[in-house]
């Protein structure tokens, strides 16, 4: 686990990057974790993604799949990889500060 300054305030990531404590996700982290995956700025198509991602978190305990996420976002899988090239499920759960989704390498 690595302690970083995020926004200011310091949190615990796993060996993957991922937020330990799900709850002290801010909007102000999520900006600092996209641009560490090399996403700036964050556009109103990349937020959908992430707050689509935190409350289904929320609800069901697990963020859900890209094919998951491409049928029920309303962000299409082709635009999903467009706006999170590196992984869309992968890269928009650690943004959105939960923990990486069942089935992601």
Not at 10 to 38: C, H, R, Y
Not at 71 to 77: A, F, L
Request: charge should be neutral.
């Amino acid at each position: 686990m690595t302690t970083m300054t995020l926004a200011g305030i310091d949190v615990e990531l796993n060996d993957e990057g991922f937020l330990v404590d799900p709850s002290q996700w801010t909007e102000a982290m999520a900006i600092d974790l996209a641009g560490k995956e090399g996403i700036d700025p964050l556009t109103e198509e990349h937020w959908k993604v992430v707050h689509f991602m935190r409350s289904e978190y929320l609800a069901k305990g697990s963020g859900p799949s890209v094919r998951v996420l491409g049928k029920t976002s309303g962000v299409t899988i082709k635009e999903l990889y467009q706006l999170f090239p590196k992984g869309p499920a992968k890269t928009a759960a650690k943004i959105a500060g939960i923990p990486k989704p069942k089935g992601c390498i």
